[in-house]
């Protein structure tokens, strides 16, 4: 999904004190600067409430673009131009997709997906997700590998930052089967009034009348 967005820039202060925040005994894999990376991730995706952008998805041969709408916590929707008519929409409690082109609907927990980890109420690196490495580059860009502490299995994200501003640049998502989805943002800008619509997906596939 993806960019324009000096508005969320960070200030050192509110990285340091997102530094103490973060428990000394579940970073201990973790250098100095991997803490200090993460506290910023931390702060920046908190701050991150409300977006609009668009976004190229690349999965396996596959290659994919649109538009998205985000509004922690819980909520997303992918609007896919290329193939037109496929949707993504998490509600807040449920990740739904729609397929016109095969008919096809699906839906699975929110909490059973990794896109969890950024879409919570309160984003914490520290509660309930394990960080499994943080890798920096010297021109400030960072990302971050994390998968749900309590069901490892289920797969993880990598989400990477870039450094100046600090911006969500692109995230990939590893499934539990092994399937790789990388989600590159070519725009991404703060957004209000987002529409509550937008965020509510009925099964299209569902006739009227039926059970």
């Known amino acids: 999904m993806t960019v324009s967005r000096r508005a969320f820039g960070l200030g050192s202060a509110a990285v340091l004190a997102a530094v103490s925040a973060l428990p000394a005994q579940a970073q201990d894999n973790l250098s100095v600067e991997d803490r200090a990376a993460l506290a910023r991730a931390q702060a920046y995706l908190q701050s991150l409430t409300a977006a609009q952008g668009t976004f190229v998805e690349t999965s396996g041969q596959v290659r994919r673009e649109g538009r998205f709408y985000i509004q922690r916590p819980g909520k997303l929707r992918f609007e896919y131009t290329n193939p037109a008519g496929l949707l993504v929409v998490s509600d807040g409690s449920n990740v739904k997709r729609y397929d016109p ?62 450094g100046n501003p600090i911006r969500l640049h692109e995230w990939t998502i590893v499934d539990a089967n092994g399937g790789v989805t990388r989600t590159q943002l070519t725009s991404l800008a703060p957004a209000s009034n987002l529409s509550a619509s937008l965020f509510q997906l009925r099964d299209p596939t569902r006739r009227p009348g039926r059970d």
């Open 101 to 162: 082109r095969l008919n096809t609907f699906r839906q699975v927990p929110l909490g059973q997906t990794p896109l969890s980890t950024f879409l919570s109420r309160n984003v914490r690196f520290d509660q309930g997700v394990r960080i499994d490495e943080v890798t920096r580059m010297d021109s400030g860009a960072f990302a971050i590998v994390a998968r749900d502490r309590r069901r490892p299995g289920d797969g993880r994200v990598t989400l990477a930052f870039a």
